[in-house]
C-alpha cells in the first residue's frame, strides 16, 4: 500500500513502534507511583520530557505538558490561558475546527473574531492589530494550514500580540515535522502538537508553555490532577510519550528530508511543464 495522506496522520517510524513495545513489556509501572516500578516509570517519563524539549528548542523540561491529542493540548491551552480579563477570543478565519470549536467552548460569552486571508492564505495582520488593540484579547492562530500548507507570520503577529498586551496561542499540529520548529522562537504564550502527525504513535499531545513558572497562570485545568505539574490530571501514557520522545529526536534529519521532498516535488513539475510544451 502507498500511503498519501500525511496531513491526517503519519506511520509511526519503526524506532518509534519498537520504543511504545519495549515501554509497555519493560515500564508497567504508574509514573506517579511510590514505589520502584512507579519510580522506574517516572524517571521514563521525565527523560522523554527533557528529549521533546531539547528537540523543540524548549529551555525548561517544565514547560512540556502531554495530553492525549491536538485537541485536548489545544482546549487545555484555551482552559489555563482564559484569563478574567479577556474579554473576546480572535481566530484566523481558516482555523482548523478543534481551534473553532474551542473557543466556542471557552468563550463563555466573549466576542469571537476572525480576521481575514488573502486569496492567497496569507494572514491579514492590519485587521489582526485593529481587533486586538481594542480590548484584551486571547489569539489563536495555525503555523501551518492544514488546507492550504500556508505557513503564517507567527512572529509578525506575536510582536502586534505583544504591543496589545493579547495572549497567543499558536497551532503547530501541522507544522511539526514539515518545518523546522523552535517553540521558543514563536515567540507565544502556548503552543499545541500532536505526535502522530510527524511519525510518532497515536494518544500523545503536547502543549508548550512559554512560562516555566506555572503559577502565574490564571485559569484552571481542563482535566483536574495532581498530574502534569497539576495542568493535566490522569495517569499519562507513558508508552506513547517514550515513543514520542523518538520520534522529535528522528526530528533531527527534517531538513534533510524536507529538502529531498522538495527536490522531487520540483523534478515533478519540470517532467509536468516539459510535457505540456510538447
Known amino acids: 500500500m502507498i500511503y498519501l495522506d500525511n496531513n491526517a496522520t503519519t506511520h509511526a517510524l519503526p524506532e518509534v513502534i519498537r520504543a511504545v513495545a519495549d515501554t509497555l513489556e519493560h515500564y508497567p509501572g504508574n509514573p506517579s507511583s511510590a514505589h520502584s516500578v512507579g519510580t522506574a516509570a517516572r524517571k521514563m517519563l521525565e527523560s522523554a520530557r527533557e528529549k521533546i524539549a531539547a528537540g523543540f528548542g524548549v529551555s525548561e523540561a517544565s514547560q512540556v505538558i502531554f495530553t492525549s491529542s491536538g485537541t485536548e493540548s489545544i482546549n487545555t491551552a484555551f482552559s489555563l490561558l482564559m484569563r478574567k480579563n479577556i474579554a473576546q477570543i480572535v481566530l484566523s478565519s481558516v482555523e482548523h475546527s478543534a481551534v473553532l470549536q474551542a473557543a466556542t467552548r471557552w468563550a463563555d460569552g466573549r466576542t469571537i473574531r476572525h480576521v481575514p486571508v488573502s486569496s492567497d492564505g496569507i494572514l491579514d495582520l492590519d485587521v489582526l492589530n485593529r481587533h486586538i488593540t481594542a480590548s484584551p484579547s486571547l489569539v489563536s492562530l ?60 497515536p494518544g500523545c499531545g503536547i502543549l508548550f508553555l512559554s512560562t516555566p513558572n506555572l503559577r502565574q497562570l490564571a485559569g484552571h485545568p481542563l482535566l483536574p490532577g495532581h498530574q502534569e505539574h497539576g495542568l493535566r490530571g490522569g495517569t499519562q501514557n507513558l508508552p506513547a510519550i517514550v515513543g514520542t520522545a523518538v520520534a522529535v529526536e528522528s526530528l533531527r534529519d527534517c531538513a534533510s528530508r524536507l529538502a529531498a521532498v522538495s527536490a522531487l516535488c520540483i523534478d515533478v513539475s519540470k517532467a509536468t511543464t516539459s510535457r505540456t510544451e510538447t
Open 142 to 201: 495555525s503555523l501551518a494550514n492544514n488546507e492550504t500548507g500556508v505557513i503564517s507570520d507567527i512572529h509578525a503577529a506575536a510582536q502586534i500580540c505583544r504591543r496589545s498586551g493579547a495572549l497567543l496561542h499558536v497551532d503547530a499540529v501541522q507544522a511539526a515535522g514539515k518545518i523546522p520548529l523552535n517553540l521558543a522562537e514563536l515567540d507565544c504564550d502556548a503552543a499545541s502538537l500532536a505526535a502522530h502527525k510527524f511519525h510518532g504513535p
